[in-house]
T-cell receptor, first 115, second 116 residues
Framework: EDKVVQSPLSLVVHEGDTVTLNCSYE??????LLWYKQEKKAPTFLFML????IEKKSGRLSSILDKKELSSILNITATQTGDSAIYLC???????????????FGQGTILTVHP | NAGVMQNPRHLVRRRGQEARLRCSPM?????VYWYRQLPEEGLKFMVY????????ESGMPKERFSAEFPKEGPSILRIQQVVRGDSAAYFC??????????????FGPGTRLTVL
């Protein structure tokens, strides 16, 4: 069974700090890893990573995949109170299965940014 | 371009009643996924559907739960004879067609079901 573990489970920082969130996975025949941000309602898509070592950036957020270490990190620089959310990472099932759609999510990292 | 729409946003039911949750995918998306989020837990996959087809229901409880995605209209997640343990947030997501590649899934705002 696919497994996704995120750390830390929660993190409290002050505005302006830089944070690094971790995601480790165990998947047979890895295809990709996805990051989502969940505020009070719907998880919103951030990044999809398929290739090791290639950084994806969006504003102050960036993410990179390390297939050797079976992990990914999500960095947020110059944090703002609006970054407070649960950050989720997820992996789809292996390519040999019958369903390519099911995502297995980690338990999430709760980030709180204080003014 | 409207995103994934779910209704109702909040639903209160008494034990033994039925709950019907609706999901309209994003325009152009033909794949729908339902997830459940229990308090203090992560998102758990329930079912994956295409129009008129259930592709994967491995996350669905064997009894009382069913899902459909008809040719016309929204996808429906139906819970019969609800129990208190069904209280959770139910999220629907959609993605573009082509089930053989991973596409990012876009989530709706969720339906929060409370069973009294």
């Amino acid at each position: 069974e696919d497994k996704v573990v995120q750390s830390p489970l929660s993190l409290v920082v002050h505005e302006g700090d830089t944070v690094t969130l971790n995601c480790s996975y165990e998947v047979t025949n890895f295809r990709s890893l996805l990051w989502y941000k969940q505020e009070k309602k719907a998880p919103t898509f951030l990044f999809m990573l398929t290739s090791s070592g290639i950084e994806k950036k969006s504003g102050r957020l960036s993410s990179i995949l390390d297939k050797k270490e079976l992990s990914s990190i999500l960095n947020i620089t110059a944090t703002q109170t609006g970054d407070s959310a649960i950050y989720l990472c997820a992996v789809p099932p292996n390519a040999g299965g019958t369903s390519y759609g099911k995502l297995t999510f980690g338990q999430g990292t709760i980030l709180t940014v204080h003014p | 371009n409207a995103g994934v729409m779910q209704n109702p946003r909040h639903l209160v039911r008494r034990r033994g009643q039925e709950a019907r949750l609706r999901c309209s995918p994003m325009k152009g998306h033909s794949h729908v996924y339902w997830y459940r989020q229990l308090p203090e837990e992560g998102l758990k996959f329930m079912v994956y559907l295409q129009k008129e087809n259930i592709i994967d229901e491995s996350g669905m409880p064997k009894e009382r739960f069913s899902a459909e995605f008809p040719k016309e209209g929204p996808s429906i997640l139906r819970i019969q004879q609800v129990v208190r343990g069904d209280s959770a947030a139910y999220f629907c997501a959609s993605s573009p067609q082509n089930r053989f590649f991973v596409n990012e899934q876009f989530f709706g705002p969720g339906t929060r079901l409370t069973v009294l």
